[in-house]
């Protein structure tokens, strides 16, 4: 429904990014009215995981918004490159997405289209929530699509009842954000089908897979919290996300811990199922890895207990001290039919154990005490257990190495997101691996979070300014371009992020490159006072360059006309005014007493236009009497002097 443009606010001199409506939708009254609620629901939500809406308006008819700008890449993009992930990254990752659900459904409101397109995450590893475009706020009366019966949203993150009747409320964002989460753990989403309605159908009748059949690793308590955020009845779901980030930080302090499983976790998260669902189909049972055979019943012989074995030609008794519940044959501890020999008839194969002589016995026990020491000492006693020491200090890590009597060594040095400064890594032999006494472990240190602060390229040409931030292991991402009023045209005026900001290695630095000033736009000041019109002029970086000239239209000190008198110019440019000087005036000439042919040819060779008029008492000699505009006043050149003559 609408383009978004990278632009600045020229008051406040920052990046924005403008949301503008496709042209022709502004003509549909419910397009209209779904951007501008946009606008109105994201500007209630002051969050910092919530992309910020500046202002809203509408120009010669196109509706625009204007919203945070966030440079960086989207969640679309870390799945593609990085997905599976640990479950420990993905949480993190769906984390802030939930806080901002949470504060969007604390105020009432839900999105309605969550996915990773949707989630901004800045080079600085800021995560926003983005696009509340079909968004609406939750009503007790119904909660249903307004939108004239067409389902809206991403399919591949529909919960069921937006499908089935397109009911929306806060499960439904519980449910796109479970998916997300499904998508970051496996790299793929839940449901998938050659057309969007065979996803949809997938939704509404498929329960979404345990995240564990695709990545064997995945402890039993993150399947149950996605199982549980996924749930088809949303009945069985966290009732908002509110309820879900609490779940979340229930898994990630048992990831932390490094608890692989917890089965009181397990049942807390995963959703209810009914009894039919949970007993097993009629004639199974749960499968211990057992066989036993139908005459046999364990405590059982054959036909019972056995009263005597001694008494019992066809049973022989055994040590069961490390036997399991039944042996490999399926049958009872203590109880053991030995084959018979090839040829032999079965009840002549069994006999009573005979006792051996006591000599026999005494050699027996000496090899196995002299063995048993001889492994003993070479296999346990000359080695102890290296300690465990990963996040302890290095004076920590030594001091507790060498009382376990065992020698304390530093290897590399490693950055760590995880690990502080000075702390260590990793160690070799691993805690909890055998080494001999006296022996050495060698632990790796941490040098903490890998992290370069983007250079100074103010001024820098382009070029420079690459190179300088590739210097600081930073990726140079784009030039962009910005009219700067002292900044040369081609020169840097800033980098973004600012310099001074720490980044990760690779992280991406944008260069503000200066376009020269700005354009000016050109007033027209024709007819306007001329000393107000260069004020203005000059004021704005323009040069003025003024002429005069007489003018019977426009009075004195106006300005008769400009050049250019419209458009835009860059400072330093020349703007030319012609300044009124008004009418030029002359003398009307002294013809008075001379002849009326005499006279018009002066008042001609002056400028002015003669008109004769007779005298009343007019007696034919030809003589000019009077004069009108008065000989020897001035008047406008061109103007009409009347000549009375008689």
């Known amino acids: 429904m609408a383009s978004v443009y990278e632009a600045t606010d020229t008051r406040l001199d920052r990046p924005v990014a403008v949301k503008v409506m496709h042209p022709g939708m502004g003509d549909d009254g419910d397009f209209a009215a779904r951007f501008v609620r946009e606008a109105r629901h994201a500007a209630r939500l002051s969050h910092p995981h919530v992309v910020g809406v500046y202002d809203q308006g509408e120009e010669d008819g196109v509706v625009y918004l204007a919203m945070e700008y966030v440079p960086g890449h989207t969640l679309r993009d870390v799945i593609r490159h990085e997905a599976p992930m640990p479950p420990a990254k993905a949480l993190a990752l769906i984390e802030p997405v939930l806080s901002a659900l949470r504060a969007a459904h604390g105020s009432g409101l839900i999105h309605r289209d969550i996915k990773p397109e949707n989630v901004l995450i800045a080079d600085d590893g800021r995560v926003k929530v983005a696009d509340f475009g079909l968004a609406k706020a939750v009503s007790a009366d119904t909660q249903h699509t307004a939108t004239g019966g067409v389902l809206i949203g991403t399919v591949s993150y529909l919960a069921p009842e937006l499908v089935v ?46 995240p564990s059949s695709l990545v064997p690793d995945v402890p039993g308590y993150v399947d149950a919290l996605v199982a549980r955020a996924t749930a088809r009845d949303r009945g069985h779901r966290p009732a908002d996300a509110a309820v879900l980030l609490h779940q979340v930080h229930r898994v990630r302090h048992a990831l932390a811990e490094g608890v692989r499983e917890d089965a009181e976790l397990v049942a807390d998260l995963a959703p209810p199922v009914s009894l039919a669902a949970a007993l097993p189909p009629a004639g199974t049972g749960p499968d211990l890895g057992l066989s036993l055979s139908p005459s046999l019943d364990p405590g059982r012989g054959p036909a019972g207990p056995p009263e005597d074995t001694a008494s019992d030609p066809l049973v022989e008794p055994e040590d069961t001290s490390a036997i399991h519940p039944f042996d490999a044959a399926g049958d009872p501890p203590g109880w053991r039919v030995p084959p018979p020999p090839v040829g032999e008839p079965a009840a002549a194969a069994y006999r009573p154990r005979r006792r051996r002589g006591p000599v026999l016995l005494l050699v027996a026990l000496l090899v196995a005490a002299l063995t048993g020491g001889g492994a003993w000492w070479f296999g346990v006693a000359r080695y102890t257990t290296a300690p465990g020491v990963i996040e302890l200090t290095s004076a920590q890590a030594q001091a507790k190495v060498e009382s376990a009597g065992l020698e304390f060594a530093v290897g590399d040095e490693v950055y760590s997101e995880s690990v502080p400064a000075g702390s260590v890594i990793s160690t070799d032999p691993d805690a909890g691996d055998r080494v001999l006494d006296g022996g050495t472990v060698t632990a790796t240190l941490s040098l903490g979070l890998e992290r370069y602060d983007v250079p100074r390229v103010r001024s ?15 990726d140079f991402g784009r030039s962009i371009g910005r009219f700067h009023p002292t900044i040369p045209e081609g020169r840097a005026i800033k980098s973004d992020p600012k310099a001074g900001k720490a980044l990760k290695r690779g992280g991406t630095v944008n260069v503000i490159l200066s376009k020269g000033p700005p354009p000016i736009k050109v007033v027209d000041w024709t007819g306007k006072d001329a000393d107000r019109a260069e004020e203005s002029l000059s004021g704005k970086g323009l040069r003025v360059d003024t002429s005069e000239a007489y003018d019977d239209d426009v009075p004195a000190g106006r300005v008769v006309s400009q050049t250019p008198s419209s458009g835009q110019l860059f400072k330093g440019r020349t703007v030319s005014l012609v300044v009124s000087l008004g009418p030029q005036l002359v003398e009307v000439p002294r013809v008075v007493g001379s002849g009326t042919e005499s006279a018009e040819r002066e008042i001609r060779g002056a400028g002015l236009v003669p008109q004769v008029e007779k005298h009343p008492d007019y007696i034919g000699l030809g003589w000019v009497v009077r004069v009108s505009p008065g000989q020897g006043s001035e008047v406008p050149k061109g103007s009409t002097v009347t000549l009375t003559v008689i």
């Open 165 to 210: 009747d397109g009911r929306a409320d806060a499960r439904a964002d519980v449910y796109a954000a479970g998916v997300v989460l499904f998508e970051l753990l496996t790299g793929r989403k839940p449901h998938e089908g050659e057309s969007p309605i065979q996803v949809a159908y997938k939704h509404v009748h498929e329960d979404t897979p345990a």
């Open 460 to 474: 820098l040409d382009e070029d420079a300014a690459q190179a300088a931030i590739q210097d600081a292991n930073l």
